[in-house]
Nanobody
Framework: QVQVVESGGGLVQPGGSLRLSCAAS????????MGWYRQAPGKQRELAAS???????NYADSVKGRFTISRDNAKNTVFLRMNSLKPEDTAVYYC????????????WGQGTQVTVSS
């Protein structure tokens, strides 16, 4: 069992920056792949960025060059640095932890609101 808790959301002006954090507990953090998903009003949840347990990263085309995902296994935390924010980045951002073992283990946080508006 893994618990993940997001923090760092808020209101920011277009062009601004935010850093989201996701703290994990309850299991061996380093064996999990981690991801940041987002869901805008009226839209489906989509992957923004992910990082594997060995540090490989993947980004949605819409955030490439602006967002950076990273992890600190010593602190059981994954980060999402968001630069050059746009109004279309407005969404609830969810942290996800998953791994494939004897079954598929998949855990979600409660989400943190990011609003980009002037």
């Amino acid at each position: 069992q893994v618990q993940v808790v997001e923090s760092g959301g808020g209101l920011v002006q277009p062009g601004g920056s935010l850093r989201l954090s996701c703290a994990a507990s309850g299991s061996i953090f380093s064996i999990y792949a981690m991801g940041w998903y987002r869901q805008a009003p009226g839209k489906q949840r989509e992957l923004a960025a992910s990082i594997s347990n060995d540090g490989r990263t993947n980004y949605a085309d819409s955030v490439k060059g602006r967002f950076t995902i990273s992890r600190d296994n010593a602190k059981n935390t994954v980060f999402l640095r968001m630069n050059s924010l746009k109004p279309e980045d407005t969404a609830v951002y969810y942290c996800n932890a998953h791994r494939l073992g004897d079954t598929f283990y998949n855990y979600w946080g409660q989400g943190t609101q990011v609003t980009v508006s002037s």
